[in-house]
């Protein structure tokens, strides 16, 4: 049996040791050089190659002159048959824009154009399409999530000849039926064709294809983006 004195001394030592490492652990800490606070960031742009001034909305007509504008849900001509949108403007982010830009540059050395369908879309505008055509496969369910489209990273597009003329797709835009999805089976190769390379050009261009909607395009950067609301955008004479 150990005795009660080399049991106290023991314990002495150990308690000193503790003591001693604590005291070296404390000055090392106070030797350390003081960082600097982070500067506050833009959780947006953070760790990405966007910038600031990439997330500004801008109007595509001005940014981008060639592109044919056609709002749809700024008029009668789409599945409620009524408008939706208080403005035919098309906004979308001008990171997004930058590779509309690109693309456009590209179709336009082809001999076509792009003829923008939908871009920015306000959140309650969302909620107007869902109630009548609740169909998760050519709708985002906005009491899930905000469309992409509200975003400002999301474009609905076709293509046209240098007389505006737009060429033949498989479907028209908003044509909630097998034949706007991408397998083209039930299209004719014309259509197949113009689909593809619509498809083609701005996928190089920076933008990823869903597979139920050929005309529908979101930026492959969609990760960054917030929802915009409509009072963020500028006020522009109708």
């Given amino acids: 049996m150990f005795s009660t004195g080399r049991a106290t001394r023991k ?3 150990w308690l000193g040791v503790i003591c001693i490492i604590s005291c070296v652990a404390i000055l090392l800490t106070a030797l350390l050089p003081v960082k600097s606070p982070q ?4 959780l947006q742009v953070a760790n990405t190659h966007l910038s600031p001034e990439d997330l500004v909305m ?26 939706i949108y208080s ?45 009548e055509y609740p169909d998760a496969r050519f709708l985002v369910n906005p009491n899930i999530r905000p469309s992409q489209h509200s975003h400002g990273i999301a474009v609905d597009v076709t293509l046209v000849d240098k007389q505006g003329n737009e060429l033949d797709m498989p479907s028209g835009f908003d044509d909630f039926t097998a034949k706007a999805d991408r397998d083209y089976n039930d299209v004719s190769e014309e259509q197949a064709n113009n689909a593809l390379l ?26 960054y983006y917030d929802v915009v609301q409509p009072d963020m955008l500028t006020k522009e004479k109708e």
Wanted: one cysteine or more; charged letters at 30%.
């Fill in 11 to 13: 314990a002495a030592y």
């Fill in 87 to 131: 403005s035919p403007h098309a906004y979308l982010r001008l990171g997004t824009a930058k590779k509309l830009k690109k693309a456009q540059e590209e179709f336009l050395d082809c001999g076509y154009s792009l003829k923008i369908w939908d871009a920015y879309r306000p959140p309650q505008a969302q909620f107007e399409l869902w109630k």
């Fill in 198 to 223: 619509l498809e083609m050009i701005m996928k190089e261009n920076g933008f990823d294809s869903i597979f139920y909607e050929w005309w529908h395009f979101i930026d492959h950067d969609r990760a």
């Fill in 58 to 83: 801008v109007n595509l007509k001005e940014y981008i002159p060639s592109l044919h504008i056609d709002i749809r849900y700024a008029g009668e001509n789409n599945i409620l048959r009524r408008p």
């Fill in 39 to 42: 500067p506050v960031v833009d």
